[in-house]
């Protein structure tokens, strides 16, 4: 019985931390923020150079052939840095093509996802709030996909797609690649500027399906519902450090805002909220990796209620700063516009609540 | 991470339940309270001779009280809180009596341990773990709560007796308690915290008088306790003249572990599913309500995180590290949720909650509205949340402390 992380993944995580503090600061986060692509491929090969795409790719394909918990743990000190780029959606597209058991469809892209040289990402989301692998409308006909996804993470930079959608046989999941006929990617402007979206139109695009049925869809949904608790954990306690050091110095009448006891009551609240909040997690990315029958809920509890208290805390932190954390120029909006990405991505708190209250059998 | 116990703590597993199965049966389980009920937790463990007897057999075996030494009457372990846990575990399930819950075993014990005469250990530890010595304790005053170290109870050292004049207040379960821990005024000329020393006092000692106190549910189960040149032997002193300050830190410190348990929160949460499953509203059970519905969903990730945090502080501490803010958050946190799943329950049994316990018509006994108000009480209760939101900022975040005289 062991309820904590390894020294493997204390040491994990620690490396990915020095690294973003000397090679992704905020002034890089901004320069990629107000790119056009919002990918910086240096930052990303970077990124590869430390294993973090690879994590989860088997070694038989060139990755570490970690679990999921492992890359949640990077999640969250992505989160922390309020890192830029395809991680989210080359982490969905990695679980997906492992879970989809499609040998040439993970011989040809996992080596290249795990070596950082290929974007890979995964579209389930459909106009209508829709994430459900079951309703969505996109429909595969004799090797051609046709529909539209919506909120695409970097489908602008993609060097393939994959996409859940249906043929005569129900739900599945299909791979078209960049620059094929009939896909037409939209760039979308998104409110988080780190981590891009876009509507891709599918009219007649050329697809090979990997997976048949929903599970492959479904895992990949859970690992990232997972992953977006992490990122939002990790931006809170960023937030709330942040918030802490600035209460410590900012003066006002005469003494530290910190030592006002609505200003210390206000940030005890946030840190008491958040501190458990981590073993929620830690538990739902657990589950993916070991208790099979606890995965899916526990992954929709853990979004809901992380990324609830990610805006929460944003939201807090932002207001004690005052002024100065409304400012365009001080970095408080970054993890504030983030949030907001966590929250509504692969669908909101309520709705996972409302899944979480089915899978309950309530 | 790994959720399973290894082969030896299985087998240690299998060694309790079967120590369980050959001294606690089925017709002891179905007479015992269940170990956990709100009564356990505001001081209704059974204390018969049967449980008694049953107590001190775990305790020879090492299942109870594994930090107190043997010759104190304890099961002297070397701790193990994995093995702690399982047996804890284990005997929920069986109904057997576990430790005994209260200020006695929790806090005066480990108090007595740290600071306590070798007479005063061989004098009272053993018999406060089984029960026998029922212990309250006498730290609010009526202008000390939580400014505490204002307490003006006085106790002036007469020959060999110190007498005591003054007045304590919110005293859970004084009138069934033989003794009382309680914070004097020693030196009346010494800075405040610097001025209080640590002393027992028997309850049947004549200048002792104890006047119930209704709480808001209508019940009392606190009082005043009032002192009157009531006489104290000096040899009830624990810890030094002047230092009671000191030597009730480590009395606090364990009250808070105790009122921050989540099996209560579990129970309450399960219930209420229960509930809301078997009422009817609008011709269909409440819990396909949308709106009870995602309360439920939402409560309950908050009891998921308490409950995996537990496991968390369970491995930090097998593995020797220091809790720090993930400790002293806990209080806080199941406080706060216990009040919001006691007030999803008063609207999930709907316009009856109005009705009171004893009246045949409420829902469950109207006991949803009583456990709304404790959910009151406990906030209060060991550090009032704004204290805890005080310890939490300035010994977990590091902000500044209060202005404090």
């Given at each position: 019985m062991d309820f904590g992380l390894t020294e493997d993944q204390v040491l994990l995580k620690d490396t990915i931390r020095r690294w973003l503090e000397s090679e992704c600061p905020t002034t890089r986060v901004r320069a990629v923020m107000e790119s056009d692509t919002g990918h910086d491929p240096a930052l990303w090969s970077g990124l590869g150079e430390l294993g973090v795409p690879g994590l989860y790719v088997p070694a038989a394909h060139g990755g570490s052939g970690l679990e999921l918990l492992d890359v949640a743990l990077a999640a969250e000190?992505?989160?922390?840095?309020?890192?830029?780029?395809?991680?989210?959606?080359?982490?969905?597209?990695?679980?997906?093509?492992?879970?989809?058991?499609?040998?040439?469809?993970?011989?040809?892209?996992?080596?290249?996802?795990?070596?950082?040289?290929?974007?890979?990402?995964?579209?389930?989301?459909?106009?209508?709030?829709?994430?459900?692998?079951?309703?969505?409308?996109?429909?595969?006909?004799?090797?051609?996909?046709?529909?539209?996804?919506?909120?695409?993470?970097?489908?602008?930079?993609?060097?393939?797609?994959?996409?859940?959608?249906?043929?005569?046989?129900?739900?599945?999941?299909?791979?078209?690649?960049?620059?094929?006929?009939?896909?037409e990617v939209t760039p979308l402007s998104g409110t988080d500027m780190t981590r891009r979206v876009a509507a891709v139109a599918l009219e007649g695009a050329p697809a090979t399906k990997i997976a048949a049925g929903r599970t492959a869809t479904d895992r990949a949904r859970d690992a990232g519902l997972v992953l977006l608790a992490a990122d939002a954990y990790g931006g809170a306690r960023r937030c709330l450090d942040m918030t802490v050091k600035y209460a410590l110095t900012r003066e006002q009448f005469g003494q530290p805002i910190g030592a006002f006891q609505a200003v210390k009551h206000q940030l005890a609240d946030l840190a008491a909220e958040l501190d458990p909040s981590?073993?929620?997690?830690?538990?739902?990315?657990?589950?993916?990796?070991?208790?099979?029958?606890?995965?899916?809920?526990?992954?929709?509890?853990?979004?809901?209620?992380?990324?609830?208290?990610?805006?929460?805390?944003?939201?807090?932190?932002?207001?004690?700063?005052?002024?100065?954390?409304?400012?365009?120029?001080?970095?408080?909006?970054?993890w504030f516009r983030r949030a907001i990405f966590d929250r509504a991505f692969l669908g909101t708190a309520s709705y996972h609540r409302r899944r979480a209250a089915d899978l309950a059998g309530w | 991470m790994n959720l399973s116990y290894s082969a030896e703590y299985e087998q240690f597993r299998a060694e309790v339940r079967r120590f369980l199965a050959e001294n606690w049966s089925a017709a002891d389980a179905a007479s015992a309270p269940d170990a956990d009920s709100v009564a356990a937790f505001t001081g209704g463990v059974r204390h018969d001779a049967r449980a008694t007897a049953f107590r001190q057999k775990a305790i020879e075996r090492g299942y109870l009280y594994r930090h107190v030494p043997r010759r104190y009457g304890g099961g002297e372990q070397p701790p193990d809180p994995l093995k702690a846990t399982i047996t804890a575990e284990e005997f929920r399930r069986a109904k057997a009596p576990y430790e005994?819950?209260?200020?006695?075993?929790?806090?005066?014990?480990?108090?007595?341990?740290?600071?306590?005469?070798e007479k005063q250990k061989q004098f009272f530890v053993r018999d406060t773990l089984l029960g026998t010595i029922r212990w309250c304790q006498g730290y609010s005053e009526p202008g000390a709560g939580s400014d505490l170290a204002s307490l003006r109870t006085r106790a002036v050292l007469e020959g060999d007796h110190w007498v005591v004049n003054g007045q304590k207040i919110w005293t859970s379960n004084a009138q069934d308690s033989q003794w009382m821990f309680a914070l004097v005024r020693t030196e009346p000329e010494q800075p405040k915290h610097d001025g209080i020393s640590y002393l027992l006092i028997e309850m049947n000692t004549p200048g002792v008088d104890i006047r119930p106190l209704r709480q808001m549910t209508g019940d009392a189960d606190f009082n005043e306790v009032f002192f009157e040149n009531t006489r104290v032997p000096a040899e009830n002193l624990v810890g030094k003249r002047g230092q009671g300050w000191i030597v009730s830190r480590s009395t606090l410190k364990h009250e808070r572990a105790l009122i921050g348990g989540s099996h209560l929160t579990r129970r309450t949460f399960d219930g209420v599913v229960m509930v809301a499953q078997a009422l009817e509203r609008d011709g269909q059970p409440a819990i396909k309500d949308p709106v009870v519905r995602e309360r439920l969903v939402e409560l309950e990730a908050r009891l998921l995180a308490s409950e995996y945090q537990g496991y968390r502080l369970l491995t930090m501490s097998a593995r020797g590290e220091e809790p720090g803010l993930a400790g002293m958050v806990m209080k806080l946190y199941s406080t706060s949720l216990g009040y919001d799943l006691a007030k999803l329950a008063m609207d999930v049994v709907g316009?009856?909650?109005?009705?009171?316990?004893?009246?045949?018509?409420?829902?469950?006994?109207?006991?949803?509205?009583?456990?709304?108000?404790?959910?009151?009480?406990?906030?209060?209760?060991?550090?009032?949340?704004?204290?805890?939101?005080?310890?939490?900022?300035?010994?977990?975040?590091?902000?500044?402390?209060?202005?404090?005289?």
């Amino acid at each position: 019985m062991d309820f904590g992380l390894t020294e493997d993944q204390v040491l994990l995580k620690d490396t990915i931390r020095r690294w973003l503090e000397s090679e992704c600061p905020t002034t890089r986060v901004r320069a990629v923020m107000e790119s056009d692509t919002g990918h910086d491929p240096a930052l990303w090969s970077g990124l590869g150079e430390l294993g973090v795409p690879g994590l989860y790719v088997p070694a038989a394909h060139g990755g570490s052939g970690l679990e999921l918990l492992d890359v949640a743990l990077a999640a969250e000190e992505l989160g922390w840095a309020c890192t830029p780029g395809p991680f989210l959606a080359c982490a969905l597209a990695t679980t997906a093509l492992v879970a989809s058991g499609d040998r040439d469809a993970e011989a040809r892209w996992l080596p290249a996802i795990a070596h950082g040289r290929a974007v890979v990402t995964f579209a389930l989301g459909e106009d209508g709030d829709q994430w459900d692998a079951a309703r969505v409308k996109t429909r595969a006909r004799g090797g051609a996909l046709h529909g539209r996804k919506t909120l695409v993470p970097a489908a602008n930079v993609a060097d393939a797609i994959l996409v859940a959608a249906q043929d005569d046989e129900g739900p599945g999941l299909w791979l078209v690649e960049r620059g094929a006929p009939g896909v037409e990617v939209t760039p979308l402007s998104g409110t988080d500027m780190t981590r891009r979206v876009a509507a891709v139109a599918l009219e007649g695009a050329p697809a090979t399906k990997i997976a048949a049925g929903r599970t492959a869809t479904d895992r990949a949904r859970d690992a990232g519902l997972v992953l977006l608790a992490a990122d939002a954990y990790g931006g809170a306690r960023r937030c709330l450090d942040m918030t802490v050091k600035y209460a410590l110095t900012r003066e006002q009448f005469g003494q530290p805002i910190g030592a006002f006891q609505a200003v210390k009551h206000q940030l005890a609240d946030l840190a008491a909220e958040l501190d458990p909040s981590l073993s929620l997690w830690w538990y739902a990315a657990h589950a993916h990796d070991r208790i099979p029958e606890r995965a899916e809920r526990h992954a929709a509890l853990a979004k809901a209620h992380l990324t609830d208290l990610y805006d929460r805390t944003t939201r807090m932190t932002t207001e004690l700063h005052g002024g100065i954390g409304f400012t365009w120029e001080y970095d408080l909006h970054l993890w504030f516009r983030r949030a907001i990405f966590d929250r509504a991505f692969l669908g909101t708190a309520s709705y996972h609540r409302r899944r979480a209250a089915d899978l309950a059998g309530w | 991470m790994n959720l399973s116990y290894s082969a030896e703590y299985e087998q240690f597993r299998a060694e309790v339940r079967r120590f369980l199965a050959e001294n606690w049966s089925a017709a002891d389980a179905a007479s015992a309270p269940d170990a956990d009920s709100v009564a356990a937790f505001t001081g209704g463990v059974r204390h018969d001779a049967r449980a008694t007897a049953f107590r001190q057999k775990a305790i020879e075996r090492g299942y109870l009280y594994r930090h107190v030494p043997r010759r104190y009457g304890g099961g002297e372990q070397p701790p193990d809180p994995l093995k702690a846990t399982i047996t804890a575990e284990e005997f929920r399930r069986a109904k057997a009596p576990y430790e005994i819950t209260g200020q006695g075993p929790s806090m005066l014990v480990p108090t007595l341990l740290e600071h306590g005469t070798e007479k005063q250990k061989q004098f009272f530890v053993r018999d406060t773990l089984l029960g026998t010595i029922r212990w309250c304790q006498g730290y609010s005053e009526p202008g000390a709560g939580s400014d505490l170290a204002s307490l003006r109870t006085r106790a002036v050292l007469e020959g060999d007796h110190w007498v005591v004049n003054g007045q304590k207040i919110w005293t859970s379960n004084a009138q069934d308690s033989q003794w009382m821990f309680a914070l004097v005024r020693t030196e009346p000329e010494q800075p405040k915290h610097d001025g209080i020393s640590y002393l027992l006092i028997e309850m049947n000692t004549p200048g002792v008088d104890i006047r119930p106190l209704r709480q808001m549910t209508g019940d009392a189960d606190f009082n005043e306790v009032f002192f009157e040149n009531t006489r104290v032997p000096a040899e009830n002193l624990v810890g030094k003249r002047g230092q009671g300050w000191i030597v009730s830190r480590s009395t606090l410190k364990h009250e808070r572990a105790l009122i921050g348990g989540s099996h209560l929160t579990r129970r309450t949460f399960d219930g209420v599913v229960m509930v809301a499953q078997a009422l009817e509203r609008d011709g269909q059970p409440a819990i396909k309500d949308p709106v009870v519905r995602e309360r439920l969903v939402e409560l309950e990730a908050r009891l998921l995180a308490s409950e995996y945090q537990g496991y968390r502080l369970l491995t930090m501490s097998a593995r020797g590290e220091e809790p720090g803010l993930a400790g002293m958050v806990m209080k806080l946190y199941s406080t706060s949720l216990g009040y919001d799943l006691a007030k999803l329950a008063m609207d999930v049994v709907g316009d009856r909650g109005m009705l009171a316990p004893g009246e045949a018509s409420a829902p469950a006994m109207g006991l949803f509205g009583t456990a709304y108000m404790w959910s009151l009480g406990v906030l209060i209760a060991g550090g009032a949340a704004n204290i805890q939101r005080n310890i939490i900022a300035e010994r977990g975040l590091g902000l500044p402390r209060d202005a404090r005289k």
